[in-house]
C-alpha cells in the first residue's frame, strides 16, 4: 500500500508539479539562476559571506556549507547510479535539466525563507516553510504550516536519521570490517557531542567537513576525466543520444529516461521539498535574495557537479554496458566502477565518500528535526533535549536494523512535505517575485551590494527584530540614500 502511495505521489503528482514550479519560476524571474550565476560567486567571495558569526550571526556561507551537507548524500552515489542502471545514461541529462530548473526553486522557497525568519536571542535566526506559511499566508493558514512540521519531523527529524546511521554502519563493515554495532556507538557518540552544542557547532563541523567531503569527491570525478579524457566525447553524445531515444536498448527508452533523471535528481537536490529553507534562514544576509542566490548555487552543487562525477565516473569505466546486464547493483555500480578507473583502493574511497555524505546528513536532519519542534513550542529546552537523546538512540539503533520499510514510510511522509510546501510556494510566487524585483531595482542603479529596507514593505508582515540591519550595512543603506532619493528607514534611522 505504502509503495502504491509513494508511486503516485512521486510518479504522477509530485514530477508534474515540482517541475512546473521551477519552470514557472524560471520563466516569471527571467532565469534567476543564469542571469546572476556569476554573482553567487561574487556573494561568497565577498569578505560579508565569509564573516563567521560577525555581531553573533551566522553567515550566509556558513548556511551553505549546512545546506549542502543536507542536500550532497547517498543520492548522489547511489542515486546516480540507480538512474543510469533502470534509465539508461540519457537519465543524466534530465537530471542536469531539472537541476537547472531546481535552482530556481531553490531560489524562490529560500528567499520566502529569509524574508520571513524570526529572530533568536542568541543572534541565529528560525525560519523555513512553516514560517513563511503562517506570516506570508496568515494564521488561517496555520494548519498547514503544522502538517508540514509533523512530516519534516516525522521524515528528516526520525525516520532518515536511521536510515542513514544504517547506510552509514554498512559502508564502514563494507569498506574497513568494522561492526556495525562498534560503528553505530562510535557514531552516535560522535552526533551526541555535536547535536549537543546546537546550530552553531553543527555550523562549524559542516565547515571542515563539507569542502573535504566535496572536493574530494570532486577531484575524484576530475582525476577520472582526465584519465579518460579521449571517450569522454563519446559518453557526453552517449548521454544526449540516449536523453532523446536516438540509442537503441538503452535503459528502458526515452519516457524512462525523463522518469528517471527527472525522479532522482529531485530527490537528490531536495529543490522545492521544503528542508533546505529552514537551513537558508539561520544566517544573517544583507538581502533575502541574496541567500536565495546563494542556496540556488547548492543545488548547482549537488546535482551539476558531484552527481556528475559520479555519472562519469560509471560510464567511463566500462563496467556499465548500456542495455546490458552488469550483474551488479545499483548501489555498488559507483564502487566498482571507481576500481576500475584507479585499482581496489577506489572501492575503499567511495565507501569513505558515502560515509561522509551520509554523516554530514544526519547533522542536518536533526536540525530540521528540531526547526520542527520549536515552530510548535518555543524554547521548550526539555522538548529540545528529549529530542536529542531520542536522535542519539535512533542513530545507535538504526546501525544495526535494516530500515527498508521505514525509508517506505519517509518517501510518503517526504511527499507529503513536498505538497504542503509547494501549495505554499504556488500561493507565495508574486511575494517572491516582489522580494526579487527590490533586489534587481538595486543592481540596475549599480548598487554592489543590494540591502533590504524591510520597512518598505509592512503589509509582508516581516520580523523586525529579524531585520535589524548590522552597523555597516545601515551606514550602506543611508550613504546609498543620500546619492538618490532617501527612504523611509533612512530617515527614520538619521
Not at 331 to 336: C, D, F, G, I, P
Request: glycine fraction near 12%; hydrophobic fraction near 50%.
Amino acid at each position: 500500500m505504502l509503495e502504491l502511495f509513494s508511486d503516485l505521489l512521486w510518479g504522477k503528482i509530485l514530477l508534474v508539479v515540482l517541475v512546473a514550479v521551477g519552470i514557472g519560476f524560471t520563466i516569471a524571474s527571467r532565469f534567476v539562476q543564469l542571469r546572476y550565476f556569476v554573482r553567487m560567486f561574487r556573494i561568497l567571495g565577498s569578505g560579508q559571506a565569509f564573516k563567521r558569526e560577525k555581531h553573533g550571526h551566522l553567515s550566509s556561507f556558513q548556511a551553505l556549507l549546512l545546506s549542502v551537507a543536507g542536500r550532497v548524500g547517498a543520492g548522489n552515489i547511489t542515486g546516480v547510479a540507480v538512474a543510469i542502471t533502470l534509465g539508461g545514461p540519457g537519465a543524466i541529462f534530465w537530471m542536469w535539466l531539472v537541476g537547472l530548473m531546481g535552482m530556481a526553486t531553490s531560489f524562490l522557497e529560500c528567499t520566502l525563507a529569509q524574508t520571513y525568519k524570526q529572530a533568536e536571542g542568541n543572534g541565529t535566526y528560525r525560519g523555513g516553510p512553516a514560517y513563511y506559511i503562517t506570516r506570508g499566508l496568515g494564521r488561517r493558514w496555520g494548519w498547514l504550516a503544522g502538517f508540514y512540521s509533523v512530516m519534516l519531523l516525522l521524515t528528516f527529524g526520525f525516520a532518515f536519521t536511521g536510515v542513514q546511521s544504517y547506510a552509514t554502519a554498512t559502508s564502514l563493515a563494507d569498506a574497513f570490517g568494522v561492526p556495525v554495532l562498534f560503528s553505530g556507538l562510535a557514531l552516535a557518540l560522535i552526533v551526541g557531542l555535536i547535536i549537543f552544542g546546537g546550530i552553531k557547532r553543527i555550523v562549524r563541523i559542516s565547515e571542515v567537513l563539507v569542502p573535504v567531503m566535496a572536493l574530494g569527491y570532486l577531484l575524484a570525478g576530475l582525476l577520472v576525466v582526465g584519465l579518460n579524457f579521449d571517450k569522454l566525447p563519446g559518453v557526453l553524445a552517449l548521454i544526449f543520444n540516449s536523453a532523446f531515444g536516438l540509442e537503441p536498448a538503452v535503459g528502458g527508452g526515452m519516457g524512462v529516461a525523463i522518469m528517471m533523471g527527472l525522479k532522482r535528481g529531485l530527490f537528490s537536490n531536495e529543490a522545492g521539498l521544503g528542508s533546505a529553507p529552514n537551513v537558508a534562514a539561520v544566517a544573517y544576509v544583507p538581502h533575502p535574495a541574496s541567500q536565495g542566490i546563494v542556496q540556488s548555487f547548492s543545488v548547482f552543487i549537488d546535482t551539476l557537479v558531484i552527481c556528475s562525477c559520479t555519472a562519469f565516473m560509471i560510464l567511463l569505466s566500462g563496467i556499465y554496458v548500456p542495455g546490458a546486464d552488469s550483474g551488479i547493483a545499483a548501489a555498488a555500480l559507483t564502487q566498482a566502477a571507481m576500481a576500475a578507473h584507479v585499482g581496489e583502493w577506489g572501492r575503499s574511497f567511495v565507501s569513505l565518500a558515502l560515509l561522509l555524505f551520509v554523516f554530514s546528513s544526519i547533522l542536518y536532519n536533526y536540525y530540521l528535526g528540531e526547526n520542527s519542534l520549536h515552530f510548535f513550542s518555543p524554547d521548550n529546552r526539555k522538548l529540545v533535549y528529549g529530542y536529542r537523546v531520542v536522535v542519539i538512540g535512533l542513530v545507535c539503533w538504526g546501525a544495526t536494523t535494516d530500515l527498508s520499510t521505514v525509508f517506505s514510510f519517509a518517501d510518503v511522509t517526504m511527499g507529503l512535505l513536498a505538497i504542503a510546501n509547494l501549495v505554499a510556494l504556488i500561493m507565495l510566487f508574486k511575494r517572491g517575485l516582489l522580494i526579487l524585483k527590490d533586489y534587481d531595482e538595486q543592481v540596475r542603479r549599480g548598487v554592489d551590494r543590494p540591502i533590504f529596507d524591510a520597512r518598505q514593505h509592512p503589509k509582508l508582515d516581516l520580523d523586525s527584530a529579524a531585520w535589524e540591519l548590522e552597523p555597516e550595512d545601515l551606514e550602506r543603506l543611508q550613504r546609498n540614500a543620500r546619492g538618490g532619493r532617501p527612504t523611509p528607514a533612512t530617515e527614520s534611522a538619521t
